[in-house]
């Protein structure tokens, strides 16, 4: 079966850089890998997408490993307003997403 | 441009009853995808709709039901609902080109969604 996974939780400290992990186990080799984010009581927000190579926008960082199997979504100075479950996305399959407390 | 939009917000129906959901994309857009959340079983993939054709299909039984306008506005109906049906079902917009040339899943962007609760 096709797994999208990620951790539960994560913590990060204010201004400090932060990287999410998302394992993609069955990608196939045309589709790209998105990342949106979901604050409470809000549709999911797009953050950044990718198919290969790494990925810049002002949001954030997505690092792609080479086989695809996984990828990093790097936020680098986590601001309180970054607090949010952050999901993975491939092939219409989102990961349970990975809820992030950022402490002042 | 405004929005993808969605009504209503909320909705309290009763098992066996059944529901339609409405949802309006972004100008432009011609694929509306449909999403179920749930604290148990997360993002859920429904169904997506490309020009009133429904392109591709999650593993919903078939009391779950959608429908696409000229407009590209779309509909999802639920049929007989059950006590696990209780959920924010969330409707997405993108152009669909992406998927149409072979390179995969749009990016998507959603609306608020419709929080439907069944007694």
């Known amino acids: 079966d096709a797994k999208t996974t990620q951790p539960n939780s994560m913590e990060s400290n204010e201004e400090e850089p932060v990287h999410l992990p998302c394992n993609h186990s069955?990608?196939?080799?045309?589709?790209?890998i998105h990342w949106y984010r979901q604050l409470p009581s809000q549709g999911p927000e797009y953050v950044i997408h990718?198919?290969?190579s790494n990925v810049n926008n002002r949001m954030a960082s997505l690092a792609i490993a080479e086989d695809r199997k996984s990828s990093t979504l790097i936020l680098h100075r986590a601001t309180l307003r970054d607090a949010a479950v952050y999901y993975c996305m491939n092939d219409m399959r989102f990961g349970a997403g990975t809820r992030l407390t950022v402490k002042p | 441009k405004a929005g993808v939009t969605q009504t209503p917000r909320y909705l309290i129906k009763t098992r066996g009853q059944q529901v339609t959901l409405s949802c309006s994309p972004i100008s432009g857009h011609r694929s509306v995808s449909w999403y179920q959340q749930t604290p148990g079983q997360g993002l859920q993939f429904l169904f997506e709709?490309?020009?009133?054709?429904?392109?591709n299909k999650g593993n919903f039984p078939g009391r779950f039901s959608g429908r696409q306008f000229s407009n590209s506005r779309s509909e999802m109906n639920v049929s007989t609902l059950e006590l696990g049906d209780s959920a924010l079902y969330l409707c997405?917009?993108?152009?669909?080109?992406?998927?149409?040339?072979?390179?995969?899943?749009?990016?998507?962007?959603f609306g608020p969604g419709t929080r439907l609760t069944v007694l």
């Open positions: 069955t990608i196939s080799g045309t589709d790209y």
């Open positions: 709709y490309f020009s009133e054709t429904q392109r």
């Open positions: 997405a917009s993108s152009s669909g080109e992406t998927w149409t040339l072979g390179g995969g899943t749009d990016t998507q962007y």
């Open positions: 990718g198919l290969t």
